[in-house]
C-alpha cells in the first residue's frame, strides 16, 4: 500500500541513509574514498543547467540563493559526495533511481508542510527545480574510476530525470478514485532566473493527497515534465501517462494535465491541436520546435492522430469552481487553424472547422498544447472514456518594484492564490 508523503518522507529517508551508509563503508580496495573531488567542471552542462551561475544584474547567482533557501542545497552536496563512492554501475544506477525519488519525495514533503523564514515558503516549487538541475549536471561530469561509456552516462541521467519528476513513484493506493496531475518546470529564465511555475507548485502540493467529495475518496499521484522540446520528442509523456490509461490497479479515473498560462485566468483547454507553432520562444536549451504559424509542424514522435483532439473534462462544473477574487475561469474554445484548402492562419473563437490544420490549439502551439495532445490522444487511443484535459493556470508574477530579490509578498500571496484556484478547479471536476 502506498504511504502518504508525510509517512512516506522518512521511508524513503531510511533507504537513503542505508545506501549511503553502504557506500561510504566499501572496502578501499572497490571504492573510491567519499569525496567531491572526481568531478571535471571543464564539460559543458547544457544551455539549462549553464544559468546555474546566473544572477540579477551581474548579481549572485539566483539559483544558489534559490537552493539555499529552500534546504535543496543540502542534497545537491550529498549527491555530489554519494557519487564519488560509487563502486561500479549497479550501485551508481541504483544510486541515480533512489535519489532522484529522494529528491522528489523531499520537494513534495516540503511543499505540504509549513516552512518558517528565512526558508522559502512551502509552496514555492524553484527549490526542486534547481536541484535537479544541479544533479543532472554533476550526473553530466561525473568521472568515475570505473568505465561509464556515452549510452550509460545518458541512461543514469534519464533514470535520474524520470524518478525526480514523480515519473517512476505515480502509484496509487487499492480501494480509492485516482486523480492524476502534471505540472511544469519554470521557463523563459532568459528573461528572468528568478521565475517559478505555479503549475509546478499545484502539483507539488497536491501529490500524494486524499480527497473526500460527496463521500468518496479520491487519491491524488503528480508527475512535473520538463519544458524541453526533446523529452517530449523522446516520449516522456506517453512513458508518464500510458500506465494509468491500461487498466489494472493504476488506472486513473481522470488525467488533467497543467501549466502556466495567461494573466488572471483559468483556462479550460477544449480544442488541442497536434501541432507545434511557437517561433517566438525556445524551450529551456534554446531549441527551437520547429514550426510557425504559418507553417505548424508535427513532433517526429507523435503517435497517429487526428488534427485537433477535444478535452473530456467535466468544463461546465469546473468551470464554477469559486476562485480567489483577482482571477476568473473561463471554458476556452479559441483556436488558430489553416483552413482546408487555404494557407494563411485564421483564428475561430468557436473551435475549428472540418479538415482544418491545427496552428495553435486553444492552449497555444507550445508545449502546453502539446503536453495536452498527448494526453487525449491517450485517452483515445487506450481508454475513450476517461476524464481528460488541460487547464491554464494564471501567470505568476512579482511585484513591479522588485527587480532583483528572490521573492517578495506579491509573488508568496499571487502563488498561493493561484495553488488554491486549481484546488478548487480540480475539486469542482468530483462533483
Known amino acids: ?20 551508509s553502504a557506500l561510504t563503508t566499501v572496502p578501499a580496495a572497490t571504492a573510491a574514498p567519499p569525496s567531491t573531488s572526481c568531478f571535471d567542471q571543464s564539460v559543458t552542462g547544457t544551455v539549462e543547467e549553464q544559468r546555474l551561475d546566473n544572477g540579477v544584474a551581474g548579481g549572485p547567482s539566483v539559483p ?54 528565512p526558508a522559502l515558503p512551502s509552496t514555492d516549487d524553484r527549490g526542486l527545480y534547481w536541484a535537479r538541475i544541479s544533479m543532472a549536471l554533476a550526473l553530466r561530469q561525473w568521472q568515475p574510476h570505473f568505465a561509464l561509456g556515452t549510452a550509460d552516462r545518458a541512461e543514469l541521467i534519464r533514470s535520474f530525470e524520470y524518478s525526480s519528476r514523480g ?20 521557463f523563459t529564465l532568459d528573461a ?40 517530449f520528442d523522446e516520449n516522456m509523456v506517453e512513458n508518464a501517462l500510458a500506465p494509468h490509461y491500461r487498466g489494472g490497479p493504476q488506472h486513473a479515473d481522470l488525467v488533467m494535465t497543467a501549466s502556466q498560462g495567461r494573466v488572471g485566468i483559468f483556462d479550460l483547454e477544449v480544442f488541442n491541436g497536434r501541432r507545434r507553432s511557437v517561433s517566438s520562444i525556445g524551450d529551456n536549451n534554446n531549441l527551437w520546435g520547429g514550426g510557425t504559424i504559418y507553417a505548424p509542424v ?16 467535466p468544463l461546465a462544473r469546473m468551470s464554477g469552481a469559486t476562485v480567489p477574487a483577482q482571477f476568473r475561469t473561463r471554458v476556452n474554445t ?46 483515445d487511443l487506450l481508454d475513450p472514456s476517461m476524464p481528460a484535459g488541460h487547464l491554464h493556470v494564471p501567470v505568476l508574477q512579482f511585484d513591479p518594484a522588485n527587480k532583483t530579490a528572490i521573492t517578495d509578498p506579491t509573488y508568496e500571496t499571487n502563488r498561493d492564490q493561484i ?3 486549481a484546488h478548487a478547479v480540480l475539486r469542482a471536476a468530483l462533483g
Not at 500500500?1 to 549511503?20: D, N
Not at 557519487?83 to 544510486?95: E, F, G, H, K, Q
Not at 507539488?204 to 515534465?225: A, C, H, P, S
Not at 475549428?352 to 495536452?372: D, M
Request: glycine share 10%.
Open 64 to 117: 544558489a540563493e534559490i537552493l539555499a533557501r529552500s534546504g535543496f542545497d543540502r542534497q545537491v552536496r550529498l549527491f555530489s559526495h554519494l557519487l564519488c563512492a560509487v563502486p561500479n554501475r549497479a550501485v551508481a544506477t541504483t544510486l541515480v533511481r533512489v535519489q532522484g525519488e529522494l529528491l522528489w519525495r523531499t520537494a513534495t514533503y516540503r511543499a505540504q508542510h509549513p516552512q518558517t523564514a
Open 334 to 379: 479559441s483556436v488558430l487553424e489553416i483552413p482546408a484548402g487555404e494557407t494563411l492562419p485564421v483564428r475561430r473563437p468557436d473551435g475549428p472547422t472540418p479538415g482544418s490544420i491545427a496552428s495553435e490549439g486553444t492552449g497555444g502551439g507550445y508545449l502546453s498544447n502539446e503536453v495536452a495532445y498527448r494526453n487525449t490522444l491517450q485517452r
Open 419 to 421: 495553488v488554491q484556484g
Open 298 to 313: 508535427v513532433s517526429p514522435s507523435m503517435p497517429p492522430g487526428p488534427e485537433w483532439l477535444t478535452s473530456s473534462l
Open 1 to 20: 500500500m502506498r504511504l502518504r508523503p508525510s509517512s512516506l518522507l522518512p521511508a524513503v529517508l531510511a533507504g537513503a541513509l542505508a545506501l549511503t
Open 192 to 231: 528572468d532566473i528568478r521565475i517559478g511555475n505555479p503549475s509546478g507548485a499545484n502539483a507539488l502540493t497536491l501529490d500524494g493527497q486524499r480527497w473526500t467529495v460527496n463521500g468518496k475518496t479520491y487519491e491524488i499521484q503528480t508527475v512535473m515534465f520538463p519544458v524541453r522540446y526533446t523529452d
Open 167 to 186: 515519473i517512476t513513484s505515480s502509484r496509487f493506493s487499492p480501494g480509492v478514485r485516482k486523480l492524476l496531475v502534471t505540472g511544469f518546470d519554470p
